[in-house]
T-cell receptor, first 110, second 114 residues
Framework: GQNIDQPTEMTATEGAIVQINCTYQ??????LFWYQQHAGEAPTFLSY????GLEEKGRFSSFLSRSKGYSYLLLKELQMKDSASYLC???????????FGAGTRLFVKA | DTEVTQTPKHLVMGMTNKKSLKCEQH?????MYWYKQKAKKPPELMFV???????INESVPSRFSPECPNSSLLNLHLHALQPEDSALYLC?????????????FGPGTRLTVL
C-alpha cells in the first residue's frame, strides 16, 4: 500500500521562507514530484527528485531522503501569488502510477 | 505549443444524459491520463493511455468510457452518471510512459451531475 502525509494548511508572511514537509510510505518508490495548484486550476509541475539531496530551481527547492521516506519543498522570498495548494506526489514502480498527497494549502499574508 | 487543452470548461448534465470530455495536446507526448479531483482532495488517477493503448484502468465504473483516437486526443465518454461523480476532471500528458516523465495537466472540466 501507500500513504502520503503532508500538513493540511500553513500560513507564512510575504518575503519569508516556508518549508512544506511530506512523508511517504510506498512499495516500489520511483521518484517524488511537487506540484502547485491554485484554486480551481490544474496542478503545475514544480520539481522532481529521485535521488537523495537538494534540487534548487529559483525560489523553489526540493529535498529528498529515500531512507527516511521524507521530502520537503522550500519556498523563498514568498510572494502573494504563492498562495496555493502544494501537492506531494510519489511515483511507484511496476505500473508507473503517480499517487498524490492531499496537498498543503499555503496562505501568504502581507 | 506547450499546453494541454480541455473542453468544455464546465459541464452540467442529468443522470440520463450522454456527454463527452475532450483533451488535446500537441507536444508529441505518448502518454495521456484522466484524473478525477473532488474539492480539497488530491487528483485520483482513472485511466492511462500509452501509445494510444489503455495501460491502466483504476477500476473505474463502466459509466466512464475512455477513448484515445490518436496520439494527440483523449476523450472521456460519460453515460448514466451519478451526482457523486460531480468533480473536476483533469487530463494530463507526459512525453513517454516512464517514471521520470513529468505530467503536464490541462485546466480541467468542472462537471456537475444533477
Amino acid at each position: 500500500g501507500q500513504n502520503i502525509d503532508q500538513p493540511t494548511e500553513m500560513t507564512a508572511t510575504e518575503g519569508a521562507i516556508v518549508q512544506i514537509n511530506c512523508t511517504y510510505q510506498t512499495s516500489g518508490f520511483n521518484g517524488l514530484f511537487w506540484y502547485q495548484q491554485h484554486a480551481g486550476e490544474a496542478p503545475t509541475f514544480l520539481s522532481y527528485n529521485v535521488l537523495d539531496g537538494l534540487e534548487e530551481k529559483g525560489r523553489f527547492s526540493s529535498f529528498l531522503s529515500r531512507s527516511k521516506g521524507y521530502s520537503y519543498l522550500l519556498l523563498k522570498e514568498l510572494q502573494m501569488k504563492d498562495s496555493a495548494s502544494y501537492l506531494c506526489a510519489v511515483r511507484r514502480t511496476g505500473g508507473f502510477k503517480t499517487i498524490f498527497g492531499a496537498g498543503t494549502r499555503l496562505f501568504v499574508k502581507a | 505549443d506547450t499546453e494541454v487543452t480541455q473542453t468544455p470548461k464546465h459541464l452540467v448534465m442529468g443522470m440520463t444524459n450522454k456527454k463527452s470530455l475532450k483533451c488535446e495536446q500537441h507536444m508529441g507526448h505518448r502518454a495521456m491520463y484522466w484524473y478525477k479531483q473532488k474539492a480539497k482532495k488530491p487528483p485520483e488517477l482513472m485511466f492511462v493511455y500509452s501509445y494510444e493503448k489503455l495501460s491502466i484502468n483504476e477500476s473505474v465504473p463502466s459509466r466512464f468510457s475512455p477513448e484515445c483516437p490518436n496520439s494527440s486526443l483523449l476523450n472521456l465518454h460519460l453515460h448514466a452518471l451519478q451526482p457523486e461523480d460531480s468533480a473536476l476532471y483533469l487530463c494530463a500528458s507526459s512525453p513517454i510512459f516512464t517514471s521520470t516523465d513529468t505530467q503536464y495537466f490541462g485546466p480541467g472540466t468542472r462537471l456537475t451531475v444533477l
